[in-house]
Each structure stands twice: as C-alpha cells, then as structure tokens.
C-alpha cells in the first residue's frame, strides 16, 4: 500500500470517526459548531503557518550571498521539480535539523539549522533539502493542517460534552429515552474519541514522513544521500536535542526533541531506521 493511498484511508476514517462522535457527543447542531470552531482556529494557523513556525525557531532569512551552498543546492532542486524557489531561513542552533512550511509552493519557506550545512556533505544537504521540497511539492501543510481541523473538532466536542455533564445538561439519551447503557457509552466516547483522533493524526503525519522521503528520493534520483543524512541527523539530536516547541517539532525532518518513552503510535515520525530501510530499498514507498 502506497502512502498516498494509505493517507487517504487514514483521513476517510478520521472523518467517520468525527461523524460517529459528533452524532454521539453533540448531535448535528453540536458536531456543526464543534466542526466550525476548530475550522475557524486551523484555518488561521493553517494561513499564517510560515510565519509561525519561522518566528518560533527563531530562523532568520538568507541571501545567496550569506549561504551559497544551501541556495545553490535548492536552486538544482527546484530547477528539477518544477516548484517556485522557497525562501530559505537559518536557525541558529549547531543540532543538525530541517523544516519545510507555507500553504502552498508559491508561499513555501525551508529552514535549516547552522549545524546542518556545517554536518552534511553535498549529497546529504541535498537529501535533507529534497525531502523538505517534497512537503511542499506534496502540500503537506494542507493534510496535516485538515487533519488538525477533524481531530480539533473531535476535542472540541468532547469538551462540550464534559462541561455539559459537570453541569447538569440534560443527556440527548435520556430526552430520546435512553437508559444508563447510553450514558456509559456518551462516557467512553468522550475518553475514546478523543485518543483515536489523535493517533489518527499522528499515523497521517508519520505516513507524510514517509511519502516525503520517497518523493525527495525520486527528486534526487536515489535515496542514499537522504539515508546518510537522516542517520546523521538522527544520532546528533539524541546526544544534543533542539530547544524548540512541542507543537513545532512534528515540523522538522528529524524529531528535534530528548527521545522519550513514548509509544510509536503517539510519535509524528516513524522510526529512523525504517526510514533509512525503505530509502535503501528502492525510495521509500
């Protein structure tokens, strides 16, 4: 199963997930606003993305004066791939990492860290640059940004139905006739619901990883470089992790975070040495 298709499956039962508990939780008027207060939030953060994330990282713009090396080597990129050249950033951190955002290519931004272009030989820093080109050729802010609208939604709802209970509201089971089995059920939905849609998001977000190391494989013609730099990358932010913020690390090409005991349904990235696997193998699809 391709990771395209694989996505597809994973937003198309994050989307009955939402129907079923905005049905259960809120009913039609409850799953209506639930859907358009979280809309209204993801859109924004969806629309000024780039802006964000640059400022959160604390990235600076660069001329191809000041970083000729990353400006030519993206500039081969996107000569190939047939994309608008992304203004490029410089993160002042000497732990190797790398980020791609903007809601579309015309609006696209590459960030990468000063220990990256000190790391990486030629061939790697144009893996590491073909998979962040790969987001954005593959409008991966848009994916994640309407999976976070579905799973916000979801949460959202959730909450509602947690104040209305603390509160006295009345049970839509117990005005429809409905016994302590609907309760109990209102109740684990209200646990259940919420956990799912997260690990949904997290599996379309690790599925993303995985479709961006295929692409920037083909970009390159090989996987190897992406490989090289990946296990790097790896290795340096386990011994020196990046002081970022949690809601940004998801961003980056290499977890960025002190490596926790965190299960790999709740990770935003698959594990490296599946990656280097698949890139091995043939691209990494």
């Known amino acids: 199963m391709t990771n395209s298709i694989k996505t597809f499956l994973l937003m198309a039962a994050l989307t009955a997930l939402f129907m079923v508990a905005g049905q259960a939780l809120g009913g039609r008027q409850?799953?209506?606003?639930?859907?358009?207060?979280?809309?209204?939030?993801?859109?924004?953060?969806?629309?000024?993305?780039?802006?964000?994330?640059?400022?959160?990282?604390?990235?600076?713009?660069?001329?191809?004066?000041?970083?000729?090396?990353?400006?030519?080597?993206?500039?081969?990129l996107v000569q190939r791939v047939g994309l608008p050249m992304p203004r490029l950033y410089l993160i002042e951190s000497h732990t190797p990492n790398a980020f791609a955002t903007g809601r579309d290519p015309e609006h696209a931004a590459v960030a990468v860290t000063r220990g990256l272009l000190e790391l990486l030989r030629p061939e790697e820093l144009e893996g590491v640059l073909a998979h962040e080109l790969a987001h954005i050729k593959n409008r991966d802010i848009l994916v994640s940004s309407v999976a976070a609208v579905m799973a916000g939604a979801i949460s959202t709802l959730a909450t509602m139905a947690q104040w209305g209970m603390l509160f006295g509201g009345v049970n839509r089971n117990d005005e429809e006739g409905g016994d302590l089995g609907g309760m109990v059920g209102s109740l684990v939905m209200m646990i259940v619901a919420p956990l799912a849609a997260t690990l949904i998001q997290m599996a379309i977000s690790r599925s993303r990883e995985y479709l961006a190391d295929a692409t920037g494989a083909a970009i390159c013609g090989h996987g190897q470089g992406l490989a090289n730099a990946l296990a790097r990358l790896s290795d340096y932010n386990h011994r020196l992790p990046m002081s970022v913020n949690p809601a940004t690390a998801q961003m980056y090409i290499v977890n960025p975070l002190a490596a926790g005991a965190v299960a790999n349904l709740f990770s935003t990235h698959p594990p490296i040495e599946e990656r280097i696997k698949r890139l091995l193998a043939g691209g990494g699809r």
């Open 30 to 76: 409850g799953l209506v606003l639930a859907l358009g207060l979280a809309a209204a939030m993801n859109f924004s953060a969806y629309w000024f993305s780039d802006r964000l994330a640059l400022t959160m990282a604390g990235a600076r713009e660069v001329s191809p004066h000041e970083a000729p090396q990353l400006h030519m080597a993206m500039a081969g």
